[in-house]
């Protein structure tokens, strides 16, 4: 079992930053890809970024060059550092976890934090 609790959510303006994180508890935390999703109101949840246990990283195309996953092992942490945001990145975000390789489906991932609420306001 692997509880994820996901921090650092807030309001911010247009061009912003914020920086969330995910706190990993039980399993060994090296050997599970790590993805951070995202759910809109009426959406449904949508890929954002991974990072599978090599540390190599995925990125949904709307986000490439804005948005950073990055993971500290010795921490059991997972981050994303989300800058020049926009009102369109508004949404409940989610970290979840599943073993080894990283992939863009929420289906695939076994394990689910609670989310973390992002306001871009224009």
């Known amino acids: 079992q692997v509880q994820l609790v996901e921090s650092g959510g807030g309001l911010v303006q247009a061009g912003g930053s914020l920086r969330l994180s995910c706190a990993a508890s039980g399993r060994t935390f090296n050997n599970y890809a790590l993805g951070w999703f995202r759910q809109a109101p009426g959406k449904e949840r949508e890929f954002v970024a991974a990072i599978d246990w090599t540390a190599s990283c995925s990125y949904f195309d709307s986000v490439k060059g804005r948005f950073t996953i990055s993971r500290d092992n010795t921490k059991n942490t997972v981050y994303l550092q989300m800058s020049t945001l926009k009102p369109e990145d508004t949404a409940v975000y989610y970290c979840?976890?599943?073993?080894?390789?990283?992939?863009?489906?929420?289906?695939?991932?076994?394990?689910w934090g609670q989310g973390t609420q992002v306001t871009v306001s224009s």
């Open positions: 979840a976890a599943k073993q080894v390789y990283s992939s863009r489906r929420p289906s695939d991932y076994d394990y």
